[in-house]
């Protein structure tokens, strides 16, 4: 290994990122076509629900082959030289799965609206496009202050979503450098497990609750799990929380997607809308990381990072609440 492949590595992840996250857009405006609003809760539930299955299953396979890469038929000559071949395959296996289960999408999805050709300025015409959005908003007012709520406490969601792992590993006492290896990686088996149950709990709750009261209350329980976080120490401890976020993940993640779909005005270009609320989202992610590290390079713990992502939470109740009195 050398610093030149570290580049191109590098390079690769960037437009895998691309590549996810514009998909991203199209797969959540897609939810308005497929669904009628009082069945979209239960739809956005079926489709996280669905995805957390789904990697949790090529997790499974992959991580069964870099750990008994030889009944794999992978043999090296050495358990390094195997473990090593077998990431490979996994990396390999991960696109072969994406391109095999995309058929299905382009082959039953409806086909979109047939805009005009890709030029050069389409990047322009994407901001171009983000703007008008945000002008159409002014005649919405119960959705632009949902956004607002919704960019509050996804920017603590999505922070904590991606520090997970980083905390275990730093914050938490696993005696050795395996068992805490082993035990990462039963916490994010646990969470994709959990959030499915999560995404169709919290479905159903919308059903009898309303969906900002549900999201008020998930809020809440996010709040409490991170101010928890701040004095977990032990494996134990680490899997019970690891629980409780997957739990509420699904489900704040699932039903944030459909409340917004229900707000939306009549329109065709549903691409644009959730273009918008996923760029919202992206820019609280940057946002939301931002603060984490200050924190953490400020008091050397990433506990007091978690807890102040509390604050998040509780001004995304807030702003939720005055969602609901509108």
């Not at 999805?109 to 945000?134: A, H």
Request: proline letters at 2%.
């Amino acid at each position: 290994f050398d610093i030149e492949n570290l580049y191109f590595s590098l390079v690769c992840y960037l437009f895998g990122l691309i590549g996810f996250w514009g998909s991203l857009v199209f797969y959540n405006s897609y939810l308005p076509d497929v669904a009628f609003p009082e069945q979209q809760d239960r739809v956005s539930a079926r489709g996280y629900s669905m995805g957390y299955i789904g990697s949790v299953v090529l997790l499974i396979f992959n991580l069964a082959m870099i750990i008994f890469p030889t009944k794999f038929g992978i043999d090296e000559g050495g358990d390094k030289a195997n473990a090593l071949l077998a990431m490979k395959i996994s990396f390999v296996s991960v696109g072969v799965w994406w391109i095999l289960f995309s058929q299905y999408t382009y082959y039953y999805l409806p086909k979109g609206v047939k805009r005009n050709k890709v030029t050069g300025d389409v990047v322009l015409n994407g901001f171009r496009e983000l703007r008008k959005v945000w002008g159409q908003m002014s005649h919405n007012p119960t959705l632009k202050k949902y956004l607002s709520a919704f960019f509050v406490y996804s920017m603590a969601v999505q922070t904590v979503m991606l520090v997970a792992t980083y905390f275990g590993a730093e914050e938490i006492e696993w005696g050795s450098e395996d068992a805490k290896s082993m035990g990462l990686i039963v916490s994010i088996l646990l969470i994709q497990l959990v959030a499915v149950a999560g995404a169709i709990i919290t479905s159903r709750l919308s059903e009898k609750f309303g969906n900002i009261k549900t999201l008020i209350g998930i809020n809440c329980v996010w709040a409490v799990i991170c101010i928890c976080a701040y004095f977990v120490t032990l494996p134990i401890q680490f899997y019970i929380t690891a629980g409780f976020v997957g739990l509420v993940m699904g489900g704040i993640q699932s039903l944030s997607r459909s409340t917004y779909s229900k707000l939306l005005p009549e329109t065709n270009d549903t691409a644009s809308y959730f273009s918008f609320y996923d760029v919202t989202e992206k820019i609280g992610i940057v946002i939301g990381m931002a603060i984490y590290g200050g924190i953490d390079q400020y008091f050397g713990s990433m506990r007091y990072s978690i807890i102040f992502l509390t604050a998040f939470f509780l001004l995304g109740i807030f702003l939720l609440i005055k969602v609901l009195k509108k």
